[in-house]
């Protein structure tokens, strides 16, 4: 089906279905919010998930893109407001959100100043007719990004109504940018029930929007005495428990193959970081992993993957690439990413990548470090978070960014590797309990064959004592070398007891 844009002064269709709904008694502020209400209600009677009809213009129809008017507010006073520096980087990630839609294109920005984010037209007469002026100055464009987390629905219907194009609001251009990149089945079920808390919200101003009477009027349209709002509930309950249902099938078939795998026996790193920031880029260089290939884009990782990495001890290692966080989001939205999020909460170690040369760095930090507390990660592992300062390369002095605690890189120039995988190696050793060890085992005895398998050697070398024997240092956890001594008896030796 063809992509058909909302059209609030289209009065022929309220004619079409005048009979049908001829008891409405429908407030009359506008026609568009009698076209609003009529566009949200199923044109049947049928309960039976109806989810699409309500779903059915939230998303640009693959290969019709838009020019787009991009406008960043900028709230003057208050709890709220901001320098108009800090509005200016928060527009360039806005363009970076429609940029990284296939076929849309950013025709005009503009940060934006607004007295508050709760009048129905957002802005002042001035800035509304600025705007008005500009769309009609620029025939080509076709919708206005405004880029706040979320506009309330009369918002939504007043904007439209008074620039007569689409309008969109933050959390719509990210899950417009998570449909574009959803490709597998889990990734697509979450992007669905990130659905279900906007339409929520969307649905909740309707109800606050127009007077009781109104709804409680439109009997009918969902079965006998269920009203609109009553009926759009249901729909939505009904739906979100579904997804739940099978992103849980999918959670238990995940810790199956975890177990199965013998996936405990590596240490698992997880490698989060706000959206664009090289996650995917510094796993590559880290593991050699050709099958990875990271994008100048955000949103790229929408799936949890792993890739098998050596640590210098010879230590395998597990890395994890994450969705990554972004600002000015409602929660839910990262919430519906739970399941794949989980991957993080069993990890060993969390490697948080910055890109230390955006202008918004710190920001950007607080950001991710406010949505793993969210998480509600261990406390452990809050506290153990490994600071891994990226693409120091585009700094002019790298020097600068230098603390202690943190490894500073350049992930495309391989600049400043080699520390951080010894940082994670003694990060991993902490909160895992691996140690180091040196044993004098027989040489080919079954001794090096258990350890090859429970354990990391690190290096191995002959007795120059007797040659039936070698020195073989291990990374290996405390429970395995309890093991080890109780299979085969206490072979721990020192350093210093070595004869060179």
């Known amino acids: 089906m063809p992509y058909k844009p909302f059209n609030f002064n289209n009065q022929s269709y309220l004619l079409k279905y005048r009979d049908k709904y001829k008891n409405f008694r429908i407030f009359h502020r506008t026609l568009t919010h009698q076209t609003a209400i009529l566009h949200f209600c199923d044109k049947t009677k049928n309960n039976n998930d109806n989810f699409e009809s309500i779903t059915k213009n939230l998303y640009a129809h693959p290969g019709i893109g838009h020019r787009v008017l991009v406008i960043q507010p900028r709230i003057k006073y208050g709890p709220g407001s901001e320098k108009k520096t800090r509005s200016e980087i928060k527009l360039e990630e806005a363009v970076s959100l429609i940029n990284t839609l296939s076929d849309w294109t950013v025709v005009k920005k503009f940060v934006m100043p607004v007295a508050h984010i709760d009048s129905s037209l957002l802005f002042g007469k001035g800035n509304l007719v600025t705007l008005k002026e500009i769309l009609q100055n620029n025939p080509s464009i076709t919708s206005i990004f405004i880029a706040i987390d979320i506009l309330t629905a009369l918002q939504n219907t007043e904007l439209e109504k008074y620039f007569k194009v689409r309008v969109f609001d933050r959390y719509q251009i990210i899950l417009q940018i998570f449909h574009n990149h959803a490709h597998t089945n889990e990734a697509k079920l979450q ?59 999918i959670k238990a078939q995940r810790e199956f193959l975890r177990k199965s795998e013998n996936r405990s026996s590596f240490p698992v790193v997880a490698v989060v970081g706000y959206t664009n920031c090289g996650k995917t880029t510094l796993i590559k260089s880290l593991t050699d992993d050709s099958r990875l290939q990271p994008k100048n884009k955000l949103f790229a990782t929408l799936d949890v993957t792993l890739h098998p990495g050596l640590l210098p001890s010879n230590q395998k290692v597990l890395f994890v690439d994450t969705v990554g966080f972004i600002s000015d989001v409602p929660t839910q939205l990262i919430q519906s990413f739970r399941s794949t999020l989980e991957e993080i909460n069993i990890a060993d170690l969390v490697i948080h990548v910055r890109d230390i040369s955006h202008p918004d760095t710190e920001a950007q930090k607080e950001t991710v470090l406010k949505t793993l507390q969210e998480l509600n990660l261990p406390p452990k592992l809050l506290e153990s978070i490994l600071e891994v300062r990226n693409k120091i390369d585009l700094l002019k002095d790298p020097e600068n960014v230098k603390e202690c605690d943190t490894v500073q890189i350049s992930a495309t120039e391989g600049t400043g590797l080699s520390d951080l995988l010894d940082a994670i190696e003694e990060k991993l050793f902490q909160n895992t309990g691996h140690l180091v060890s040196l044993l004098r085992i027989p040489n080919g005895g079954p001794e090096y064959s258990w350890l090859l398998r429970e354990a990391a050697i690190r290096d191995a070398m002959a007795d120059t004592i007797d040659a039936n024997y070698l020195i073989v240092e291990v990374v290996i956890t405390s429970g395995n070398l309890a093991k080890f001594k109780h299979t085969f008896g206490d072979l721990s030796i020192s350093p210093e007891s070595i004869v060179q």
């Open 191 to 249: 992007l669905s029930l990130a659905e279900i808390p906007y339409l929520r919200i969307k649905l909740a101003s309707y109800s606050h929007t127009f007077d009781a009477r109104t709804f409680q009027e439109i009997h009918h349209v969902g079965g006998d005495g269920e009203t609109f709002i009553q009926t759009r509930r249901w729909i939505l309950n009904n739906r979100e428990l579904k997804l739940k249902k099978e992103l849980e099938k």
